[in-house]
C-alpha cells in the first residue's frame, strides 16, 4: 500500500535539535547517535498525519512526535536498547494486544521508518537540510532502506507531500509557514501567542515610536521597518502571510499593497464589513486590480461572535491554520 498526504508544520525545529545533537557545525565535542522517525503510512484513525517525525538519541533526549505519547515512549526504549543501524520499518498495531497496549484509537495501524543518523555522510545530509530550510527553499528529500539518504530542490508548485513504496521513502518538505503582523497591539499579541503555539513563526512590525517603545512581550519579535519594506525584504513568498492589524490606514495599506502583489499564502486585515469596504476602495485608487484586491481577507477571520483581543485573534489563527493545510494540501508530483 503507498499513499501520498500532506505534511504538517514543525519539521524545522526537528531538524534543529537533530543538528545539534550529531554536532553539526561544531566541529568539536562528543556526537550522540541518533534516530529519525518517520510516519510512513497509517490506517484507520491516526493521532499524528503521515510524514510527522520523531527524532530520539541515545541519550534519551526528543523532539517531535508520531502519537499520543504511547509510541513514543516505545520507540525511546528500543532505541536505548538495540538501535538499528541501518533503516528499518516498524509496524504497531497489527495486533489486538499491540492495540490495546499502545493505545492506538479506533484500532488504527501506524507504520514507521526508522532511520540511523550515525555516519558523517548523515551528519553532511542533515546540515544541508538544516540549512535549505532555513533558506527557505522547499526539497526532496529520499531514503532507501538499503542506501543513503539524498537531497535535491523541489520543483513545481510549494506544496509538501510523502510517498513511500515500502523500499523508499519520499517526502517533499517546504519551509515553515511565518507571519508578519502590522501593528503592535492586543489583538497582535495574541495572534502572536496562538500562532507561534500552531508552528508559525511570528514577527511583529510597528514603525509607530510610542507602540514600538511601549511593546511589552520581549519573546515576540518586533521590527520597526516600514511594513512595505519588510514585505519586500522577508514575506514575498508563498508561505508568508501578511496581517493588517493595526487599525491605522497609514501602515496597514502600505503593507497591503505590498503583500497583495506578493505570494503569500495569506492577506488579511482586520475591521468590520464597513471599514473592509472603505479599504478596497482606497486599495483600489492607488492601483490595486480586482484581481490583487480578490486575495484580501477582510474582515479577517473565521466568522464567530468575536468581540474581545483574544477571541478575534482565536479566529485569525483558526483561518491561517486553515490557509497552510490547503497550502501544504497542494502538492507537486513526485
Known amino acids: 500500500m503507498s499513499n501520498r498526504r500532506s505534511l504538517t508544520s514543525g519539521h524545522a525545529s526537528v531538524i534543529h535539535d537533530v543538528a545539534r545533537w550529531l554536532g553539526v557545525g ?17 490506517w484507520g484513525s491516526s493521532p499524528r498525519p503521515v510524514g510527522s517525525w520523531l527524532a530520539v538519541s541515545e541519550s534519551g533526549r526528543w523532539s517531535g512526535s508520531v502519537s499520543g505519547g504511547c509510541l ?3 520507540l525511546l526504549r528500543r532505541t536505548a536498547r538495540d538501535g538499528p543501524t541501518q533503516p528499518v520499518v516498524i509496524d504497531y498495531g497489527i495486533t489486538d494486544d499491540d ?32 540549512s535549505a530550510l532555513d533558506c527557505r527553499e522547499p526539497v526532496v528529500r529520499r531514503v532507501g532502506l538499503h542506501s543513503a539518504p539524498e537531497l535535491e530542490p523541489a520543483a513545481g508548485q510549494p506544496g509538501s507531500s510523502v510517498y513511500f513504496d515500502g523500499e523508499c521513502l519520499e517526502q517533499v518538505l517546504q519551509p515553515e509557514c511565518r507571519l508578519l503582523l502590522i501593528g503592535a497591539g492586543e489583538v497582535a499579541r495574541y495572534v502572536a ?17 510610542a507602540f514600538a517603545e511601549g511593546w511589552g512581550y ?20 508563498p508561505w508568508s ?65 468575536s468581540k474581545t483581543p483574544a477571541e478575534i485573534a482565536i479566529s485569525v489563527v483558526a483561518d491561517l491554520i486553515a490557509a497552510r ?6 502538492s507537486p508530483s513526485l
Request: charge should be negative; aromatic fraction near 4%; hydrophobic fraction near 45%.
Open 325 to 330: 493545510h490547503h497550502l501544504r494540501a497542494a
Open 99 to 130: 492495540r490495546d497496549y499502545f493505545q492506538l484509537p479506533c484500532g488504527g495501524r501506524i507504520r514507521l521508518l526508522v532511520e540511523p543518523l550515525h555516519s558523517a555522510e548523515a551528519s553532511e545530509h542533515i546540515a544541508a537540510l538544516a
Open 72 to 74: 513514543e515512549e516505545d
Open 26 to 42: 561544531e566541529g568539536v565535542g562528543e556526537r550522540e547517535r541518533v534516530w529519525l522517525c518517520t510516519i510512513v503510512e497509517t
Open 241 to 305: 502571510g501578511i496581517l493588517a492589524l493595526a487599525h491605522d490606514p497609514r501602515i496597514d495599506d502600505m503593507g497591503l499593497l505590498a503583500a497583495l502583489t506578493a505570494p503569500g499564502f495569506y492577506v488579511g486585515a482586520m475591521g468590520s464589513r464597513k471599514t473592509s469596504e472603505a479599504r478596497r476602495l482606497r486599495l483600489a485608487s492607488l492601483g490595486l486590480d480586482q484581481a490583487s484586491l480578490n486575495r484580501l481577507r477582510a474582515p479577517i477571520g473565521v466568522s464567530i461572535p
Open 193 to 209: 501567542e496562538f500562532a507561534m503555539a500552531a508552528d508559525f513563526e511570528v514577527t511583529i512590525c510597528e514603525p509607530r515610536d
Open 218 to 237: 520581549p519573546h515576540i519579535p518586533l521590527n520597526r521597518k516600514l511594513p512595505d519594506d519588510l514585505v519586500a525584504q522577508h514575506f514575498a513568498d
